[in-house]
């Protein structure tokens, strides 16, 4: 059996292509229907599979056999990934490949968003997929990886593909970062001065801004906290002041600031800012 990883070629003269789907199906439900006698539905598979590995030999030699696979839309998979997901060596003809569990096994590859198989008879499969997009970095265990936008792990994150991408910290941090990145949306000062954010205790953020600023979010209530730093002016200003260290937004009446002497935090000299209206 020889694979091979190439363009998809012409497509058939109708005619022919006819012809030979006919043939083929016509082979693939005798096929069926001899395993359905021999097996009683199945039940005596494991007495009738040297019949059906035989049947599979056969229908190889009538021109059945997967020779050869064509691989579309991919380019963070590799072809191996793809080749070992097929699992042909368990079906060496149309009678004994199944292309629904074939294509389940190929969605579950890390990068892989959905996937097609098409057999173009009688012995090619072309197989079509869409990839996952890189939506952010997520640090986790000391390592970078990358995710797309439900917080599924692609892989690791080389350097290459970090630029331009937003970075999140912590447990948890994979699965509510695209809800984060929807909230900052509405606040584009900040979005744009974000450097990182953490999930701290797997409950809410912190998030750490260029320049060394700190702003503590509450659990549950993002969007509120987030809504009273824009609408006060004296809070707002803060941001692009470097004596500050943190914005802390988890009280729910007041704003703390607190301010950093020669490069530390010290929470006993916090200043309280009143949130307007």
């Given at each position: 059996m020889k694979l091979s990883a190439a363009?998809?070629?012409?497509?058939?003269?109708?005619?022919?292509?006819?012809?030979v789907r006919l043939t083929a199906w016509t082979t693939a439900i005798a096929g069926a229907a001899l395993f359905t006698a021999l097996t009683?539905?199945?039940?005596?598979a494991r007495q009738a599979r040297p019949v059906i590995e035989e049947l599979d030999r056969l229908a190889e030699l009538a021109g059945l056999g997967v020779q050869q696979v064509y691989l579309t839309g991919h380019r963070m998979t590799s072809d191996r990934d793809i080749f070992d997901a097929l699992d042909l060596t368990q079906a060496r003809s149309l009678l004994r490949f199944d292309s629904v569990a074939a294509r389940e096994r190929i969605e579950r590859l890390p990068w892989i968003k959905t996937g097609a198989i098409t057999w173009v008879f009688p012995d090619r499969i072309s197989i079509e997929v869409v990839e996952r997009k890189a939506f952010a970095v997520w640090e986790e265990s000391g390592k970078d990886l990358l995710i797309d936008a439900t917080g599924r792990v692609l892989g690791l994150a080389p350097p290459s593909m970090q630029a331009g991408l937003p970075r999140f910290v912590g447990r948890g941090a994979n699965e509510k970062a695209a809800a984060l990145l929807s909230l900052l949306e509405h606040q584009p000062y900040v979005r744009a001065r974000l450097k990182e954010a953490v999930r701290v205790a797997g409950r809410r953020w912190t998030l750490r801004l260029a320049g060394g600023l700190e702003i503590h979010l509450p659990a549950g209530r993002e969007a509120e906290a987030l809504a009273r730093l824009s609408s006060s002016v004296a809070a707002s200003r803060l941001l692009d002041a470097n004596e500050y260290a943190a914005i802390d937004l988890r009280p729910a009446d007041?704003?703390?600031?607190?301010p950093a002497h020669d490069g530390e935090r010290k929470t006993a000299s916090s200043q309280h800012v009143q949130p307007s209206g």
């Open positions: 363009p998809m070629p012409k497509r058939p003269r109708p005619r022919r292509q006819s012809a009683q539905w199945g039940a005596n007041r704003i703390i600031i607190r």
